[in-house]
């Protein structure tokens, strides 16, 4: 039977105790694929993501430790969190800028629990999605759960997970919650806000268009180009990025 080494500890693994990379690496299931969340797709992940993804929980279970867990127990109502989700869940801090994505360890049962998290700059967050599975339950019956999937940009490891939701009803409550924090609700004084936000990108085309038209288009207009059309897409995230900054700067 052929033998492996695990590409990160170095230990010696075979057909059981080894989990195979998209790229042809081996890692050993008893620590590193441990270490890393249940819901990250080791089959389709090469070594560099496993790495990155590693590296997201040791620091991201930091954050939790230092940052999330104090901000569970306070009373001070402009810093509670929010919970979202049935089953799988997130925390949410508007006063960090900050998302909390938690994942529960036990060593026996329900004892010797200990929690990782991977965290999220709630600025980062530019995609949700709507989806439902169907699964047997533990009578046999068919069961339809339904799902909210968050995207990540800016981010090296597990960059797209889901929530647990009741229904669309509740997804769109979720997709609400954003949105508000955003400034793309559809209220008419947002609306008011994305029609600037429009004209500005648009205006910005236009100079970007004419400068490469003349020849004297440089990297810093394009980039503020980038920047309005965002902007406009998907609201004004300079205050989240701020404060979630921050609050990473804060941790040691």
């Excluded at 080894?18 to 081996?26: C, S, T, V």
């Excluded at 060593?107 to 967050?125: E, M, N």
Aim: hydrophobic share 35%; proline share 1%; with cysteine.
């Amino acid at each position: 039977m052929a033998k492996h080494t695990c590409a990160i500890c170095g230990a010696e693994v075979g057909l059981l105790s080894e989990q195979k990379l998209a790229d042809g690496n081996f890692i050993c299931r008893k620590v590193c694929a441990k270490k890393g969340f249940k819901v990250f797709d080791l089959v389709s992940a090469d070594l560099d993501s496993v790495k990155a993804h590693h590296a997201q929980v040791e620091f991201g279970t930091k954050v939790w430790n230092q940052i999330f867990e104090p901000l569970k127990k306070t009373k001070k109502k402009e810093e509670k969190l929010k919970s979202l989700g049935r089953g799988e869940y997130i925390y949410v801090s508007p006063s960090t800028g900050l998302i909390a994505y938690p994942e529960n360890r036990y060593k026996i049962f329900i004892f010797g629990k200990t929690t990782l998290a991977c965290v999220y700059r709630i600025a980062d967050l530019y995609g949700y999605e709507y989806e439902e599975e169907t699964m047997k339950n533990s009578e046999g019956k068919e069961e339809t759960k339904s799902y909210c999937r968050l995207l990540f940009h800016n981010t090296a490891g597990l960059y797209s997970f889901r929530i647990g939701v009741s229904g669309k009803k509740d997804y769109d409550d979720v997709c609400k919650y954003f949105d508000t924090m955003f400034g793309i609700q559809k209220t008419l004084g947002n609306m008011v806000n994305n029609f600037k936000s429009q004209m500005n990108a648009a205006k910005s085309i236009a100079d970007t268009i004419k400068a490469a038209k003349d020849g004297t288009l440089d990297e810093a207009q394009g980039a503020e180009t980038i920047d309005a059309l965002d902007t406009a897409r998907y609201g004004d995230r300079t205050e989240w990025i701020a404060k979630a900054d921050a609050a990473l700067a804060s941790v040691k």
